[in-house]
């Protein structure tokens, strides 16, 4: 599977993103193995966004440009073209931002880095009226409303940087929260079922009554976690329970018999299907928190979290979903050099499955001494998958053999 159009820029995305990914493998695995003690806010904020954003959010967006790409006038090619190379520079800067711990920075960074996010949103609804609604298919659909939650939790993360910067009170509640909710339920959920659905399905894939109400829900569920957050209303929160059940019921009725059919001894379709226990897992514990929340009584404030269960699901879709996500389209994308490491595929897949695996069940059972190991075997899964990929990117196709007649 070889993107038709914009091969280049989406190259450029994918290779990027590898790049500014070494980050988060290394501050996790010094945050894990503590071996420089607690670290500072601002590092662990780089741990967070140089994945979120250099990593997932680079790879998302060569996704939409390969899903939409074929669908986009030659008369925008340039400006396509630039929009990527805008995406690629913004948000390593952004990373560096958080790093620096400049408030200023932050915010001006965060805020060029919002209007490149607001153009790829543009970019999809253009398309997306291009091709016409009805005719989209389910990852378009999904990646077009991912992109307009996208949106949404960006601008709530630069009020958030322009509050911290100018000490002045926009938000009344938790926005942290609300931020992260609105990119993880909201943004990644719906990017992942949508790039599984594809992946896996393939021409199998149908927009049905069922997908529309699949992709609505999870839209709908992750603006209600978001708002109830930030307007410090349960009730609204609690409304996405019944909309991502359903959605996973959906979910699981059209992806998992093939999730289930596919070989986890070796290929690369194996990463999508690895994926969807995964998601799945996001899922579950994120209802599960909601309820937690919602049937103790208590007001917002007063209600505590249990930490390593909020890190533990985000770990399951930052690294078991996307991460499987976009080393399966990596692996697909280079199948014609898979000779270049070859050694490393069964490694890449099974130490990051298995470390990703333990080290969410660490977190979830609060056994946190055990993290010193689970990081650096997930983090070292890490380091090879980027290795590898960045080599077969960068190597020449297998020579085609013709025989020549006598
Ligand atoms: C896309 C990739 C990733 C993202 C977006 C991500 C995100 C996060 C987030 C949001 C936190 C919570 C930060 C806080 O304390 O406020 C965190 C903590 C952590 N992450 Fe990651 N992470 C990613 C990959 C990794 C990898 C590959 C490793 C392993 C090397 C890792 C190891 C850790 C550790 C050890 C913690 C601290 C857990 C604790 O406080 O008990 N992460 N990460
Ligand atoms: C323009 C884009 C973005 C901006 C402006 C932004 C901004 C912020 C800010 C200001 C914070 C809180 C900082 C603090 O507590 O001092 C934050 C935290 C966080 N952000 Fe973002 N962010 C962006 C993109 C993303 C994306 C795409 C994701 C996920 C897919 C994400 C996930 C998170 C998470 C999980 C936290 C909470 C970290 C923790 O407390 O452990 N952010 N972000």
Redesign the pocket.
């Known amino acids: 599977m070889r993107p038709t159009r914009f091969a280049t820029e989406i190259g450029w995305l994918l290779q990027t993103g590898l790049i500014v990914?070494i980050v988060?493998?290394t501050i996790?695995?010094i945050?894990?193995t503590k071996i420089f003690g607690t670290l500072s806010r601002d590092v662990?904020l780089t741990?967070?966004h140089s994945?979120?954003l250099g990593?997932?959010t680079l790879g998302a967006m060569a996704m939409v440009l390969w899903l939409f790409g074929p669908a986009v006038p030659a008369s925008k090619d340039r400006n396509t073209r630039t929009l990527a190379i805008l995406s690629a520079v913004a948000i390593p800067v952004y990373v560096a931002a958080f790093f620096s711990g400049n408030l200023p920075a932050r915010a001006i960074t965060g805020t060029l880095l919002l209007l490149v996010i607001v153009m790829w949103a543009v970019f999809a609804i253009g398309a997306a009226s291009g091709i016409g609604w009805g005719r989209l298919s389910v990852a378009q659909l999904a990646a077009v409303l991912s992109l307009v939650s996208l949106v949404i939790g960006s601008t709530i993360g630069v009020l958030i940087q322009i509050q911290l910067a100018t000490g002045t009170k926009i938000f009344a509640n938790d926005a942290v929260g609300a931020h992260a909710t609105a990119q993880v339920s909201g943004y990644l959920v719906l990017m992942s079922v949508g790039l599984i659905d594809w992946r896996l399905l393939g021409d199998r894939s149908r927009r049905t009554l069922a997908s529309n109400v699949m992709i609505g829900a999870l839209f709908l569920g992750g603006l209600c976690v978001a708002g109830g957050l930030l307007l410090g209303l349960i009730p609204l929160a609690a409304l996405a329970t019944p909309l991502e059940i359903l959605a996973v019921v959906i979910f699981l009725i059209r992806v998992a018999p093939s999730a289930l059919r596919t070989p986890l001894r070796s290929g690369s379709a194996r990463f999508f299907a690895i994926a969807v226990p995964f998601l799945v897992t996001n899922i579950v514990l994120t209802v599960y928190l909601i309820v937690t929340i919602v049937s103790s009584g208590k007001p917002f404030d007063q209600i505590e979290i249990p930490?390593?269960l909020i890190?533990g699901l985000?770990?399951a879709i930052?690294?078991g979903t996307?991460?499987n996500i976009l080393f399966g389209v990596l692996s697909q994308a280079t199948s014609d050099r898979a000779r270049v490491w070859a050694w490393a595929d069964q490694l890449v897949f099974w130490l990051l499955n298995a470390g990703v695996a333990v080290?969410i069940v660490v977190?979830i059972t609060g056994a946190?001494d055990l993290?010193r190991f689970t990081?650096?075997v997930?983090?070292l899964a890490?380091y090879l998958g980027i290795a590898t990929f960045t080599l077969r990117l960068r190597a020449q196709p297998e020579p085609v053999t013709v025989a020549i007649p006598a």
């Open positions: 990914f988060t493998p996790g695995i945050n894990g662990l741990h967070v994945g979120t990593w997932i930490f390593g890190i985000d770990h930052f690294v996307m991460t080290f977190l946190t993290e990081a650096p997930m983090g890490v």
